[in-house]
């Protein structure tokens, strides 16, 4: 008998059997299953099982937390549970059968940014290095003086780093249509061509229209159209890759297969970068503006200290909804605009907050080895920018350390936004989200930092004693 046989057994049966297996697969640590009838699933008796550190659902998928040796389990369960190997990317299609109308277009816009997010990253720490080299006036014999003034190697590395902050943020339109394209199954070169004609050097760049003295235009004799390029936004790149996604997939319908790889691109193409020049690319300049201008407007009035408390005790729940994804296009929009977002740090908070509020439960639990298990990864991931199991595995299943995790969030957030720190971009959302912030902003972030690492870990400790600690203890049946 293989070492986890029994374990599966009764996992197969607590999840409902066979028949409610729609679509199974496997994370690092966790078991991810589509089910038929959700409601069939056991979770309570699921999370007696000794193999198993917890479970959630989320996204549309009932998932349970294994810990390091889900890959063996997985392999035994599937193999007594007679359902064969399955990719992600089907789970994810399964899964949206189990989610509304929002749960869905938040799942959408997820796919989109996903994928892009890694050059994002790179990007927000691009900049960061360069605004420390190049900007930072304290060094010299007078101190005075950046590291580019004092080395030709400093000013050299700060040049040719810029090659790749351009390429990320100034074309950020490519990427972001390619995805589309990449999401909707269709033609990711035409994706990129047509990216690329939003930022063509033709085109007058977007950073320059405001101070330009003429705007070129095409003429045709009867109508004119702008040659304004859509360098670093968002909208305009969102709406025209879903008009080459959609004209593609209906040209495809229509257009026999013999000729299809001539005219399906030809009358997909010319189409979307028209269109894109004429109505999307204006209309999504005007939206995203209002985008970011009504969030930066809130975030610096005199009731930013509001908006940034009820944005940084609500983020961890709208991880939970997956409703967090939204924030990634006002992130973008913010940094194209006003060349930085007062929003990400909130987020980076946020995430710390989480992690904050397991390290108070490592030592609340510091004798219970199973559980150990599942906090110490957590926490550590959660520090490194993954919330989701400390939030799922530990802190949602208390309660107590969620609503601590949250206040502290809640007082960072008031005091970034409060002493006006801005990140360069999106970042990695924990503690080394640090080398994203603006360098002159570095020492209040890590102000609120200390808030959101100190604040949770008090906070947990003490309602960890209160009734309502005593009550989730009891609920878990653990001793205290």
């Known amino acids: 008998m293989a070492k986890y046989t029994d374990s599966a057994k009764e996992l197969l049966d607590l999840i409902g059997g066979r028949e409610n297996i729609s679509v199974v697969t496997h994370c690092a640590t966790r078991m991810r299953f589509v089910l038929n009838d959700p409601e069939k699933a056991d979770a309570k008796k699921i999370e007696e099982l000794d193999i198993v550190k917890g479970s959630f659902t989320n996204a549309g998928q009932f998932q349970i937390i294994i810990g390091n040796e889900v890959a063996t389990f997985y392999n035994e369960f599937t193999k007594i ?15 949206k059968k189990n989610m509304n109308f929002l749960q869905r277009l938040i799942s959408n816009l997820a796919e989109i940014f996903t994928p892009i997010i ?28 950046t590291l580019t003034d004092l080395s030709q190697f400093w000013q050299g590395t700060y040049d040719f780093l810029w090659l790749i902050g351009e390429a990320i943020f100034h074309f950020l339109p490519v990427g972001i249509v390619w995805s589309i394209t990449r999401k ?80 399906v691109p030809l009358l997909a193409l010319v189409p979307a970068v028209l269109i894109a020049h004429v109505v999307l690319g204006p209309v999504g300049w005007v939206i995203g503006d209002w985008i970011s201008e009504g969030v930066y407007a809130g975030l610096t009035s005199s009731f930013g200290w509001l908006f940034a408390s009820v944005f940084g005790f609500a983020y ?105 720190v801005m990140a360069y971009s999106i970042g990695v959302g924990g503690i080394p989200g640090f080398l994203s912030i603006q360098a002159g902003d570095w020492l209040m972030f890590f102000v609120a930092m200390a808030v959101a690492i100190v604040v949770p870990i008090v906070l947990t400790m003490v309602f960890a004693k209160t009734k309502f600690g005593k009550n989730a203890y009891e609920r878990l049946g653990k001793d205290q």
Request: aromatic share 8%; charged share 10%.
């Open 81 to 95: 549970a007679g359902v064969g190997d399955t990719s992600k990317e089907e789970a994810k299609v399964a899964a």
């Open 118 to 145: 890694p050059a994002l990253v790179v990007g927000g720490l691009i900049l960061g290095f360069r605004s420390i080299i190049g900007d930072i006036a304290e060094f010299g014999p007078n101190g005075n003086q």
């Open 184 to 263: 909707m199954g269709t033609n990711q070169i035409l994706g990129i061509v047509l990216g690329l004609t939003l930022v063509s050097p033709q085109l007058l760049n977007a950073y320059n229209v405001a101070e330009a003295a003429e705007i070129p235009f095409w003429d045709f004799g009867f109508a004119t159209i702008d040659m304004i390029g859509y360098q670093a936004q968002v909208i305009p790149a969102i709406l025209a890759g879903f008009v080459l996604a959609y004209l593609e997939l209906g040209l495809r319908k229509v257009i026999p297969s013999v000729i299809s790889m001539i005219f």
């Open 316 to 420: 961890a729940p709208l991880v939970i909804t997956r409703l967090h994804h939204m924030t990634n296009a006002i992130d973008l929009q913010l940094m194209g605009q006003f060349d930085g977002t007062n929003l990400w740090p909130m987020i980076a908070l946020s995430n710390i907050a989480q992690g904050s509020a397991v390290i108070a439960m490592i030592i609340l639990n510091r004798k219970d080895k199973v559980e150990k298990q599942v906090s110490i990864p957590a926490a550590i991931s959660c520090y490194l920018g993954v919330t989701e199991p400390a939030m799922f595995g530990i802190n949602l299943k208390y309660g107590f350390p969620f609503l601590a995790a949250m206040i502290g969030s809640s007082i960072a957030s008031v005091i970034s936004v409060g002493s006006g």
